[in-house]
């Protein structure tokens, strides 16, 4: 069969890679033969919209620092890459063209860490470095739509003290708000629906199949809308 016209770019973590969703309980720790990127949102928004996705997505990745604070492969670095960290050369971005770029970023930044005890990210530099990850999108994608999505695991409870959901979202709106009042009109906001104890059953309590059923229904109708697509 022919490729579909309709192309989406999804740029994330963990919550986009289908990071352990074939797990029985959120206790059992992740393996390669738990995840399961078919079952994971950007390839049901895929299927649901009659796109061609591309699914740009590192487990552990921010977009300020990683889980693990090595600072390797953060998105803006990971995104250039053919196949990261393989050292198979830089992405042609001129051989396929997305008509819209998801951005789903910032767990891993406003993540515990590996220590278990590190502080929530410096506000301002987490916004800093989320503005220029979102001009480098554009630099790559002059036409296309790019959505600016709160992540569905992000919450004010966990970790405690860091209001992740609250910070992430505060900053994200406003580096939407500082592109449109620059002149660009094709960056867009996005909150991903909350994700409650149920859907988090996955490996490492990630995402689970239901979780990402809802989260693809409302990804596909913020596309739908915004591009015309039925």
């Not at 250039?80 to 830089?90: E, H, K, P, R, Y």
């Not at 490492?204 to 591009?227: C, Q, R, W, Y």
Request: aromatic share 10%; net charge negative; charged share 20%.
């Amino acid at each position: 069969p022919s490729f579909p016209n309709r192309r989406i770019e999804f740029l994330g973590d963990s919550e986009s890679t289908g990071y352990g969703v074939e797990c029985g309980s959120q206790d059992e720790h992740f393996t390669g033969a738990t995840e399961n990127a078919r079952k994971a949102f950007p390839a049901l928004v895929g299927q649901t919209l009659g796109a061609e996705i591309h699914n740009v997505s590192y487990s552990g990745k921010g977009v300020l620092r990683n889980q693990d604070d090595n600072g390797k492969d953060l998105a803006a670095s990971f995104y250039l890459q053919s196949i990261s960290a393989n050292g198979a050369g830089s992405w042609t971005f001129a051989a396929w063209k997305p008509d819209v770029v998801w951005i789903a970023l910032g767990g891993n930044d406003y993540d515990i860490g590996l220590s278990g005890d590190r502080p929530p990210p410096d506000q301002e530099q987490f916004q800093a470095k989320y503005s220029q990850l979102v001009d480098l999108v554009r630099a790559k994608n002059p036409e296309a739509q790019i959505v600016c999505a709160v992540q569905g695991m992000l919450n004010d409870v966990y970790p405690p003290g860091y209001s992740a959901f609250s910070n992430a979202k505060a900053a994200i709106k406003a580096v939407v708000a500082e592109k449109n009042a620059a002149g660009d009109k094709k960056v867009q906001y996005h909150e991903h629906p909350r994700a409650n104890e149920g859907d988090l059953t996955g490996c490492d309590s990630h995402p689970n199949e239901t979780f990402h059923k809802k989260a693809a229904a409302s990804v596909s109708t913020k596309i739908g809308a915004l591009m015309g697509w039925p």
